[in-house]
């Protein structure tokens, strides 16, 4: 819609519209330069200041007049002059405005006191035109004093006091102007989000504010309207509407809600006969309450609330108020019939009418009927109606309150949501439709649903399982083709660099044949028959030579400049390092650390200060071993034997209950085990068991013996015996145990490995971790004195000890803590050494003596398998049996892959025993569990000690934030934006509520829905041009 423009060319340059709706419904407020802006004729009084303090000045004025974005620059955009001679007039106006109504304690101090006087039969009209001055001075001061008066205002409760003069009030002062300019004090105290907030938040505003509706006053009767429906429109407001008016009724002793808005739409002789102005405002109330809060989405909810309107009799008044023929209440009266036609129009679809006669209780009762024969609803519509012939129907009595108990309920079922929320104020308390509607749930069907559901989830149950194992066997598949493809390329690729390897050795040792008869040759040509060459002297080479050993007395390691380390004036605190010997630097890190240029980096002095051993505290550390014990129980129930068994009892049971989760029988058994279970029928952990149940060389005896009795037999006997007949039996499931295994343990070892090889390649190579190191040896020969100083190096568990040293100024604050500060600010690229070092944390975990045991257990069992594999192939193979075939083409497979993991492991020893190396420790003590273990828990201690340093530094910028907030909202409190005072015309400058209200007045609310409405009221007119309606809508002014 367009924006309401204000008249008045020499009023305030600002004013405030509101766009109706935004996006597609809910009213927003903005603002606007008007396009008739205008400045008072005066000329500054003062020289117009630079441009920067201009600006500055010119920034505190606009922040008061509380701007959006876009309009704030709409006002730095303006000329120099111009910013000037608004902010001097500006100024003048609040030079003129310093007296003491400038307080908001004056205005409250006199409404305390004109309520204590209850009436105004003892006041003179000079006392009451003085009252009502002041009371106008309030509204104006609330309009256009700047924002702190409207805090200060809230602040000392000033909205209570207004609300306590309006309940005070006697009948000569509500039927007063000064009725009138209190409710308009309430509307100006809302111009502001602030001032509305407080409002709506107050517990008894909206209902006090409903109260003045009992006056006979029309100016204050609109004004309460206008109120109320802006309320409606804003988020929250339409339930507190509702609510406000439910307490208006007890108020008023009204039979139903909306009595006397009816009343005083419908009156029309003395004051009331061509009083258009509350008329409309009562029918924009109206509207405003049926189209907004659930009224924008819910069909229900509108025709529920209409129908309190229509029993009122709402129709013939709005025929009656056409003859007023006065547009903009026209407008509001052609909304409220189109809205009600449009939702009768969806109310008789639903039942596939062109029209439903509400009127009729025959037509609507038929529909009903309709609707519900031949459903299972139908016996209940029948109950219901029976029921209601034996309600009591006496006109005395309590016989309303049982049909209004009824008709409660009914609306409940039709408007509570799914949560149980009543989107009106509630009729009936703690009533929840979805609760009751719960409890009377047929126990039947529930019962018929449980049985078709258990029905369900056994076949859901049964198709899993075979839907699992067939992905079992998938997956085995698939995975033994993934590794055989890999397995067939690596060997390629081994073949290829192999035969190119032989090709080049095979070329070399042609040459030098060829090489060595040539010679042979020219020896015999130029000798002929000689005697042999006698010796020479033996040569002596470079290798040789090096491999004499020292004479004695000479330094055995390399030699070593002296350290010229600064000493503190004061005694420190020591860092309980230990220190490596000087013969064991030589080939390590140590040998290129040099902590001599991280002593010109350090502030010694502060390092002095903070670490000082004037007061040291010991840190006792308690562990606490704590040692699980586990005990297993196994009881089991003797069972009566009822048929033959010659295997031990016990056994038989366990056996018993294996072969009961296998769930296959013997021939399936025997068959998975020959085919080596192509079928995937015997999970490993059922393998795994079965091998305890093997036949031993008694039972087949036994069994032996017993054969002929097979069919008494017991099933773990039958079983026993049907195994036994298979040849080798516990080797073919001990092969197909492995098998299954193999990759399992190869994929277990594998990473443990890889994670050997690459944390120790990661230790060596890291530059950031040896440039720690030295700072570390910097920190130690500074803060230790005599033999625990002047080292070349420390032992690397010496860096968990970092911690254990304490500040003397801060107990929590540790030399690592110290340290990671340090290296934020001197060495920040040091803090990388984390992320050089990810592969340590697995690394920490490899025990080396438990990996060579799976290695170990690995080539065993390949070698038994392969053992196994030979005597099958000197034997007669037997139908179905294809052990052989599948085991040839797994060993080939599993043995390429179990020498790959064994060269890796080779290579990771090797790396592993360097870098222990590396760091100057004793490689044949030293496992990777322990050596990585310690930089690993390093690696931990460094990153919390990060982290609490992180946690500090943002406990400060918080205190130093909060305390800089409590500043700025201290300035910006002498800054608060002021509203633009009324100019010569006197008429008020318009705030953002007023414009609201302005709008609803006008319609303009309702201008798209009206539109939207009468569009498709054309069209469906056009579509049924025959159908006959019960109310015409001919009267409609389009």
Sequence with gaps: ???????????????????????????????????????????????????????????????????????????FALPAEKKWQIYCSKKKEQEENKSATSWPEYYIDQLNSMAARTTLLALEKEDEEERNKTIESLKTALRTQPMRFVTRFIDLDGLTCILNFLKSMDYETTESQIHTSLIGCIKALMNNSQGRAHVLSHTESINIIAQSLATENIKTKVAVLEIMGAVCLVPGGHKKILEAMLHYQRFACERTRFQTLINDLDRSTGRYRDEVNLKTAIMSFINAVLSQGAGETSVEFRIHLRYEFLMLGIQPVIDKLRSHENSTLDRHLDYFEMLRNEDELALSKRYESVHIDTKSATQVFDLIRKKMNHTDAHPHFMSVLHHCLLMPHKRSGNTVQYWLLLDR????????????????????????????????????????WKEQAEKMRKEHHELQQKFDKKERECDAKTQEKEDMMQTLNKMKEKLEKESTEHKNVKQQVSELTARLHELSIRQAAVV????????????????????????????????????????????????????????????????????????KILDLDDIEKTFSAYQRQQDFFLINNSKQKEAEDDTLSSKKVKELSVI?????????????????????????????????????????QLLKFVPEKSDVDLLEEHKHELDRMAKPDRFFYEMSRINHYQQRLQSLYFKKKFAERIAEIKPKVEALSRASKEILHSKNLMQLLEVVLAFGNYMNKGQRGNAYGFKVSSLNKIADTKSSIDKNITLLHYLITILEKKYPKVLMFQEDLKSLSEAAKVNMTEMEKDIGNLRTGLKNVESELEYQKNRPQVHGDKYVSVVSQFITVASFSFSDVEDSLIEAKELFLRAVKHFGEDASKMQPDEFFGIFDQFLQSFAEAQQENENMRKRKEEEERRAKMEAQLKEQREKERKARKAKANGEDDGGEFDDLVSALRSGEVFDKDLSKMKRNRKRINSQNTDASRERPVTKLNF
């Excluded at 016990?650 to 209950?657: F, G, K, L, S, V």
Aim: hydrophobic letters at 35%; a negative charge.
């Design 648 to 688: 031990d009892g016990r056994r038989a049971q366990n056996c018993n209950i294996l072969l009961s989760r296998l769930k296959l029988s013997n021939e399936e058994m025997k068959r998975a085990i020959l085919t080596m279970d192509e079928q995937e029928d015997l999970p490993k952990d059922m393998l795994e």
């Design 528 to 599: 002929p028959g000689g005697p042999p060459l006698p010796p020479g002297p033996p040569r002596w080479s470079y290798a040789s030579s090096a491999g004499i050993p020292p004479p004695p007395g000479a330094p055995l390691g390399p030699s070593l400049k002296q350290k010229n380390i600064p000493q503190p004036a004061n005694a420190l605190k020591s860092f309980n390092w230990s220190k490596l010997a000087e013969n064991k630097l030589e080939g390590t890190v140590w040998m290129d650390v040099d902590d001599a240029k991280v002593f």
């Design 1 to 75: 819609m367009a924006p309401r423009k204000r008249g008045g060319g020499g009023r305030s340059g600002l004013s405030f519209i509101f766009c109706c709706f935004n996006s597609s419904d809910h009213p927003e407020i903005t603002y606007r330069l008007r396009e008739d802006f205008a400045l008072q004729a005066m000329e500054p009084s003062l020289p117009m200041p630079g441009y920067d303090e201009l600006d500055g000045m010119f920034s505190e004025l606009v922040d008061e007049l509380d701007l959006s974005e876009k309009h704030r620059e709409a006002m």
């Design 409 to 448: 309920i009914v609306q409940q079922m039709v408007l509570q949501n799914d949560k149980g929320h009543d989107p009106d104020v509630a009729p009936l308390e703690n009533f929840n439709v979805k609760n009751v509607v719960r409890m009377l749930v047929n126990e039947n069907e529930v019962k018929q």
